[in-house]
């Protein structure tokens, strides 16, 4: 069974920095692209960035750029994402998943960041 | 990166079929097979629904259709059911990006 398990959300003041993990498992991850997707309260879905099956190649929305950077760890089959110089719009539940052709059928529970003083 | 418009809300009843479109550009949903749709109940994570403009994943009931002309994706629910009420997000390639629509609520009166 597909599993995907984000974690590291949290608390944090504006200016301040987070990483978040996915830990993978059920499918082989080094052959995956994976990306993350994050939703604001009440609000929609929005694409955050993307990274190929081994971290060579990797894609961000102009929201994120120069501030946030997706990696992982292939032999930890874990993915991340370093977000660094929050600001309260950052606030949203991210979610890690398996991108496949542009679609996502495998997505994570979620976590929540919150960014606020 | 602008997201793909669709409409806030419609509505349907029972055993009724509902269409919700999705317009974006030739960059985007115009431009490439990529069209993808989501299902989205409060509080869990999405639901793929159709992928590359008209597949339907396994599991997924076939009263679910997706089209698309030119730079128009759309979703079609048929025999609308209670269970169906949820949001729904269409997603595009966009090159080296994906762009999400705005999100359409659906109510089943």
């Known amino acids: 069974e597909v599993q995907l398990v984000e974690s590291g959300g949290g608390l944090v003041q504006p200016g301040g920095s987070l990483r978040l993990s996915c830990a993978a498992s059920?499918?082989?991850?080094?052959?995956?692209?994976m990306h993350w997707v994050r939703q604001g309260p009440g609000k929609g879905l929005v694409w955050v960035s993307r990274i190929n099956n081994d971290g060579s190649s990797t894609s961000y929305a102009d929201s994120v750029k120069g501030r946030f950077t997706i990696s992982r760890d292939n032999a930890k089959n874990t993915l991340y994402l370093q977000m660094n110089s929050l600001t309260a719009e950052d606030t949203a539940v991210y979610y890690c998943a398996i991108y496949n052709s542009g679609s996502s059928e495998y997505w994570g529970q979620g976590t929540l960041v919150t960014v606020s003083s | 990166q602008s997201a793909l418009t669709q409409p806030a809300s419609v509505s349907g009843s029972p055993g009724q079929s509902i269409t919700i479109s999705c317009t974006g550009t030739s960059s985007d949903v115009g431009g490439y097979n990529l069209v993808s749709w989501y299902q989205q109940h409060p509080g869990k994570a999405p639901k793929l629904m159709i992928y590359e403009d008209k597949k339907r994943p396994s599991g997924v009931s076939n009263r679910f259709s997706g089209s698309k002309s030119g730079n128009t994706a759309s979703l079609t629910i048929s025999g609308l059911q209670a269970e169906d009420e949820a949001d729904y997000y269409c997603?595009?390639?966009?090159?080296?990006?994906?762009?999400f629509g705005g999100g359409t609520e659906l109510t089943v009166l």
């Open positions: 059920g499918f082989t991850f080094s052959s995956n692209w």
């Open positions: 997603c595009s390639y966009a090159g080296s990006s994906l762009v």
